[in-house]
């Protein structure tokens, strides 16, 4: 049996470096918070979402409270990526629509466990 969130993700291939394991393992006994990011650019989660939303579950299994951030506020504001072409920004109706639809499918897929934020609710108040 696995013991702990490290041995876990080498176990899956999952795990190529770690900064600090000691910390990471502190983390895991003091239940804290590990968040992923997603981005809001469809109405629906696809497959390049899958290792993201495993990940979340994992460290759930593993103690942490996991937090899934969908980026309604940073997704207005364009791809930062360095691409050559920018992706095309969507209207705010359209990013609202994308946020609800991914939150209900994620819900779904990860249960009620874990944590779900729109970085709209505390981006939007920045001028």
Same mark, same amino acid.
């Given at each position: 049996?696995?013991? /702990?969130?490290?041995?876990?993700?080498?176990?899956?291939?999952?795990?190529?470096?770690?900064?600090?394991?000691?910390?990471?393992?502190?983390?895991?006994?003091?239940?804290?918070?590990?968040?992923?990011?997603? /981005?809001?650019?469809? /109405?629906?989660?696809?497959?390049?979402?899958?290792? @993201?939303?495993?990940?979340?579950?994992?460290?759930?299994?593993?103690?942490?409270?996991?937090?899934?951030?969908? %980026?309604?506020?940073?997704? $207005?504001? %364009?791809?930062?990526? %360095?691409?050559?072409?920018?992706?095309?920004?969507?209207?705010?109706?359209?990013?609202?629509?994308?946020? @609800?639809?991914?939150?209900?499918?994620? @819900?779904?897929?990860? %249960?009620?466990?874990?944590?779900?934020?729109?970085?709209? /609710?505390?981006?939007?108040? $920045?001028?």
């Amino acid at each position: 049996m696995v013991k /702990d969130i490290i041995e876990e993700l080498k176990w899956r291939g999952l795990l190529k470096q770690v900064t600090n394991e000691t910390k990471l393992l502190k983390a895991q006994a003091l239940k804290k918070r590990v968040y992923c990011g997603f /981005d809001p650019t469809g /109405d629906s989660l696809h497959v390049g979402h899958l290792i @993201q939303i495993m990940l979340l579950k994992r460290f759930e299994m593993f103690g942490f409270q996991p937090i899934a951030i969908i %980026g309604g506020g940073t997704g $207005m504001i %364009g791809d930062p990526s %360095g691409k050559k072409a920018e992706r095309i920004l969507l209207d705010d109706q359209t990013i609202m629509h994308n946020v @609800q639809a991914i939150s209900t499918q994620m @819900q779904q897929l990860i %249960g009620k466990n874990v944590r779900m934020v729109n970085n709209a /609710d505390w981006l939007q108040k $920045m001028t």
